[in-house]
């Protein structure tokens, strides 16, 4: 008996040695291409059915590979039979049938298999993922479908539906379904992200539009839906229909006016000033006093401002009015950083709109003495008297004022903004060697900003100090640039049609042009501006000023004259003639907007 089992143990273990290498056998057989040999091999391994996982793929696909397709359906049919509930054995039938000689009665299993699938989620979830990598697109929709009805919830799998439908370039239904994923996913951050990529037409725009304000009509409470339209409407810088829906979860969520917000920043920043007056409004009206109430009463007053700003000439009793509503803001909260802002805000209106100086001092003057405000905030209030004191032509007071702040805040962003406002004012006076000193110091400033009008400043003074060492012409060009920070617009205006006149030859006739062109748009003279514009490109075509010109040329047609095909043409001539131009990406992107395109 001892014996009988020892045989019996080597016989196991010789079998379930050979076993193993039989398979590596078929393998080699299969990878060769040696289909017939690797037939037999596969079917006699066939025979023990634990080694269906090794065997199964390769066996199928020899079979395919011999044309033998009704073999492959008689064993995909058993195996499906001994294998009920592997969803991946009913999906290779129906593919095996679709091959065969009948793919009509592909229909009828794929039906019933349909309702098998699509009443167990994993089965389902296993089936998806298996048809996609086949692309498989129509039979994965059936089963989804299906299974939703089954369900009975409208809204389940939209997320592999939206994928469905996104790889069968159905952009309709893909974003019905990615909506439909803020109620069964509200991962609301990463839907939009989604929409970021995929919108990529004003048809596309249209269509995403459409099918999401149908969804909140039919879901009005539904605050993902909303979300989700506002960051629409903000992607189109359409902030009054943002602040309809952003003022609809506000109300229903009283919220105070904290939802609001950051759309009302945004908006600021997007100089949508109309839409920021309409926001603050509805705050100040309905949350008078708490919330944000403070915080938008500010913003509103500001976005005021900007509008008046950008008209010309500014009547005074504009002026006077932001005047007291920024008054009114102190009488309701005395003492408060908003009522400091506000103060300072209107020491600002007095000396650069009503010409006011010596009350805009007193009032910043006593604003620095406060107690309770930082020092930065006081730094900022000094910057502002030194630019008060440059309108009253007291130069030596204000570089002195800079150099305190500078001082005050050393290697701080306020510290480089006050030595930028000594260079520049070093400048407005020809003292040009000074003025570089400071302006190449700023070159390496953290500001961005700082650092590039720095670096700007200091190349137009070495470029122009080389062809001009005496810097005559120069100083003139400075002495200009001072009467507009003054804001003496027609003496600036008289003193470059001088310039013109008188230095016919010189080398800056194309920076008088560009800046006679600037200040006319600053005062609305818009068909003027046109005019300096055109003479630099008809003149100076090859001067550095060239696409500088042309960019201003297109942005004014587009934004101030509305004549989108002239700005679409002069977009054009950027695109085509300066292609070295750091306009270009923004020239394309105007361009493209004004074709009709939706952008990223």
Not at 343 to 354: E, N, T
Not at 454 to 481: H, P
Not at 563 to 576: H, Q, R, S, W
Request: negative net charge; contains cysteine; aromatic residues 12%.
């Amino acid at each position: 008996m001892k014996y009988i089992i020892v045989f019996l143990i080597i016989l196991f273990q010789k079998i379930s040695f050979a076993q193993p290498g039989m398979l590596q056998l078929a393998n080699e057989y299969y990878s060769s291409g040696e289909y017939k040999k690797a037939k037999v091999v596969y079917e006699d391994l066939l025979k023990d059915e634990s080694k269906m996982d090794f065997i199964y793929n390769n066996y199928l696909q020899t079979l395919y590979n011999l044309k033998e397709l009704e073999l492959a359906q008689k064993f995909l049919k058993k195996t499906v039979k001994k294998y009920p509930n592997y969803v991946i054995y009913k999906l290779d039938l129906i593919d095996c049938i679709e091959k065969g000689a009948h793919p009509e009665d592909a229909e009828k299993v794929k039906n019933k298999y349909a309702i098998e699938i699509s009443r167990d989620k994993n089965s389902l979830l296993l089936a998806y993922e298996y048809l996609m990598g086949q692309r498989k697109y129509a039979y994965a929709e059936t089963l989804l479908l299906k299974a939703r009805d089954y369900e009975r919830d409208q809204v389940a799998y939209s997320t592999q539906l939206a994928e469905i439908y996104q790889n069968l370039a159905q952009k309709d239904k893909m974003f019905d379904e990615m909506l439909n994923q803020l109620f069964a996913e509200p991962n609301v951050e990463r839907i939009k992200s989604s929409f970021q990529n995929l919108i990529q037409t004003e048809e596309d725009f249209n269509t995403f539009e459409g099918l999401l304000l149908a969804k909140v009509e039919q879901n009005p409470e539904n605050d993902n839906l909303n979300e989700v339209l506002i960051w629409a409407y903000v992607q189109q810088k359409d902030f009054n229909s943002a602040f309809i829906y952003a003022k609809a979860i506000d109300n229903r969520n009283k919220l105070q006016g904290f939802q609001l917000l950051d759309l009302a920043k945004i908006a600021m920043e997007n100089k949508a000033y109309d839409a920021v007056i309409k926001m603050s409004d509805y705050v100040k009206s309905k949350y008078k006093g708490i919330g944000t109430y403070f915080q938008f009463k500010m913003m509103g007053t500001k976005a005021k401002e900007e509008l008046i700003k950008n008209t010309y000439p500014i009547p005074s009793s504009k002026i006077w009015e932001l005047i007291n509503e920024y008054k009114s803001l102190c009488v309701e909260q005395p003492n408060s950083a908003q009522c400091a802002e506000a103060i300072r805000s209107q020491a600002l209106l007095y000396a650069f709109q009503l010409g006011k100086i010596d009350t805009a001092i007193i009032q910043l003057q006593e604003l620095t003495k406060y107690p309770y405000f930082d020092q930065a905030f006081k730094d900022k209030c000094k910057l502002d008297l030194g630019d008060f004191y440059i309108l009253k032509e007291e130069y030596w007071e204000a570089s002195l004022i800079y150099s305190q702040v500078e001082k005050s805040q050393k290697d701080s962003p306020l510290a480089y903004e006050a030595k930028l406002r000594n260079g520049k004012l070093f400048y407005y006076k020809g003292e040009f060697e000074l003025a570089k000193e400071q302006l190449d110091v700023l070159k390496l400033a953290t500001s961005r900003e700082i650092a590039n009008d720095a670096m700007d400043k200091s190349i137009f003074i070495q470029d122009n100090l080389g062809e001009d060492t005496l810097g005559t012409e120069l100083s003139k060009i400075t002495s200009i640039e001072l009467f507009i920070f003054q804001q003496k617009y027609q003496e600036a205006i008289d003193a470059y049609i001088s310039f013109l006149t008188t230095y016919a030859l010189s080398t800056l006739r194309d920076d008088a042009f560009y800046g006679l062109a600037k200040l006319y748009i600053k005062m609305g003279k818009y068909n003027e501006a046109v005019d300096q514009l055109i003479k630099i490109l008809t003149l100076h075509k090859n001067e550095i000023l060239a696409d500088d010109a042309q960019f201003l040329l297109a942005t004014l047609y587009e934004e101030k004259l509305r004549n989108n095909e002239k700005a679409m043409n002069e977009y054009n001539v950027i695109l085509l003639e300066y292609t070295g131009s750091i306009y270009q990406a923004e020239a394309r992107k105007r361009y493209r907007f004004l074709r009709g395109d939706k952008l990223n």
